[in-house]
């Protein structure tokens, strides 16, 4: 825990194309969220790191004392505090594991499957994502 805390979660990388992704979002209008399961103060850390932060309108995640370690605790704590409760067809989660389209469906929003992430296609399919993308070009297609 110490090490990845001051060093180990730095020892990423930025996807390809996530950067310019998330300037076109910024430039449509559209309200970005991040909901992890990552410690949200380690979350903001790592994104600041990579200068990100700035294309996010909020920065959830889970806690240290496991308050908040769900998938769908996340996601519930980011929809709250952004006051979208009742702008929930207007929401969708994008990820690329069970658990993100699992805790999207336990908040009744739509999700996107992305494949160049950790899971496979097999597992978002048995998630039953609304989507499953390959990559950020199509899942531009879904955003529209």
Do not use: W
Request: net charge neutral; charged share 30%; proline share 1%.
């Amino acid at each position: 825990h110490e090490y990845f805390s001051s060093k180990g979660i730095f020892e990423n990388a930025v996807y390809p194309g996530i950067k310019d992704f998330l300037q076109k979002q910024k430039k449509e209008n559209k309200q970005i969220l991040l909901a992890t399961s990552k410690p949200e103060i380690l979350a903001k850390q790592i994104l600041d790191h990579f200068e990100l932060s700035f294309y996010f309108d909020f920065i959830g995640g889970a806690t240290f004392d496991d308050s908040r370690s769900s998938k769908k605790d996340v996601i519930n704590y980011v929809l709250e505090n952004c006051q979208l409760k009742n702008k929930l067809d207007k929401c969708i989660m994008i990820g690329d594991r069970k658990h993100d389209i699992e805790g999207a469906k336990a908040n009744h929003i739509s999700s996107a499957g992305i494949l160049y992430g950790y899971g496979s296609k097999e597992e978002l399919i048995q998630a039953k994502a609304d989507y499953i993308v390959k990559d950020l070009k199509e899942l531009q297609t879904v955003l529209i």
